[in-house]
């Protein structure tokens, strides 16, 4: 569609709109603003949140800051983006932020300088990155079969598929780490090639007398969502995915091959985690087993604060970014009012709640 007939059509509904709320009497006007409120509850107490951080610290929306929104936001992109598609099938994934663990810990290990002391494979030279890539895209796409292989043919409920494999991966992971003598210690060390390609930065900018960067990995994020972009709305695959996610049976009866499509799913989920694992283990660059941890709870939350319905078959990868860019923000916000830590994690479950009680309640009223 031409991006100026886009704009026409939107300025078009929103004069729709305007025009179908004045001709509302008195009480259907309070039900609207009432829905309203309440359908963007989360979205209003984050507005709120932002300005009051702002008033309290003015340095929350300087440039450096917005930059390390940015760029932590960017690193948490693709797994949102792979745990997104499980979601429209009515699903989750409780393994991603293992697997994001392992094929961080996979890369840290085949990327270790060759003068490192402590080098886990002292034998072995650094890799080229390409190879490194596809061998975590393989790691990452080899659970993901896995779970979308017993989520499909045993019709198994994805909460505990992927609570096994979240386990199996963990236990996988704690035996990588101690092979070759490592035995647990933290994987880092590494090339400085790899952490040019990765964290390095081609484009800086003048900002406040500093010299701020922006990573690389942001540009891989941004090229991840692009792709991601296309097959869920260009590509047989894509369509397929929502059809399943909507409705199983009336897909299969349209001709679609609903095993093939959840398998895929779950694959392309996993790749996606293996390609955070690979930004992680040079962001962080010190690896350890407790890498990716929880990273599901923030990608799941992001998700559904983006309007990716667990009742399947609705989302959007731009809702996506929005909703991993809002949750971010929060995350930052709250260090710069100096909330505890522990603190932090209650705030963190009660987002997770409310945005999915907020998404039910959509549903129900549809319904």
């Known amino acids: 569609m031409n991006p100026g007939k886009a704009i026409q059509n939107k300025i078009n509904g929103v004069k729709q ?17 009432k829905e309203f409120f309440l359908n963007n509850a989360l979205y209003i107490l984050l507005i709120v949140a932002i300005i009051y951080t702002y008033i309290q610290n003015s340095n929350f929306l300087s440039a450096a800051s917005i930059v390390n929104i940015i760029s932590l936001s960017a690193a948490n992109l693709p797994i949102a983006c792979g745990i997104a598609g ?74 505990i598929v992927t609570l096994a494999t979240q386990l ?10 101690m092979i070759n003598g490592n035995n647990g210690q933290p994987l880092s060390g590494l090339d400085q090639h790899f952490n040019d390609v990765v964290k390095g930065s081609v484009i800086s900018f003048n900002a406040g007398g500093a010299r701020i960067a922006i990573p690389n990995y942001v540009w891989l994020a941004a090229l991840i969502v692009i792709i991601m ?29 609903v095993m093939r499509t959840t398998i895929l799913v779950h694959t392309l989920a996993g ?21 990716g941890l929880n990273y599901e709870c923030d990608a799941i939350a992001a998700c559904v604060i983006g309007g990716v319905s667990f009742v399947g078959g609705t989302g959007k990868i731009s809702g996506v970014v929005l909703g991993v860019f809002l949750l971010r923000i929060i995350f930052v916000a709250l260090n710069f009012l100096s909330i505890n830590m522990n603190m932090q994690y209650v705030i963190k479950g009660l987002i997770i709640l409310v945005a999915c009680a907020i998404d039910m309640r959509k549903y129900l009223v549809r319904k």
């Open 86 to 159: 499980c979601i429209v099938l009515t699903g989750t994934d409780l393994s991603a932020g293992r697997v994001v663990g392992l094929t961080a810990c996979i890369t840290a290990s085949l990327m270790q300088s060759v003068s490192y002391a402590t080098k886990m494979f002292p034998n072995l030279p650094v890799l080229p990155i390409p190879l490194v890539i596809l061998i975590v895209l393989l790691v990452g796409g080899i659970v993901g079969w896995v779970n979308g292989f017993f989520v499909a043919k045993f019709q198994l409920h994805p909460f």
């Open 271 to 291: 790749a996606m985690y293996g390609l955070t694992g690979f930004i992680e283990s040079s962001r962080i660059g010190s690896n350890t087993a407790n890498t």
């Open 229 to 257: 972009w296309f097959v869920w709305n260009k590509t047989t695959f894509g369509k397929n995915m929502f059809a399943v996610g909507s409705n199983p049976e009336a897909a299969k009866v349209s001709g679609v091959n």
């Open 168 to 177: 199996i991966v963990y236990g996988l992971l704690l035996m990588y780490i």
């Open 17 to 33: 709109n305007f025009a179908d709320y004045k001709k509302l009497d008195s009480r259907d006007k309070k039900t609207y603003w």
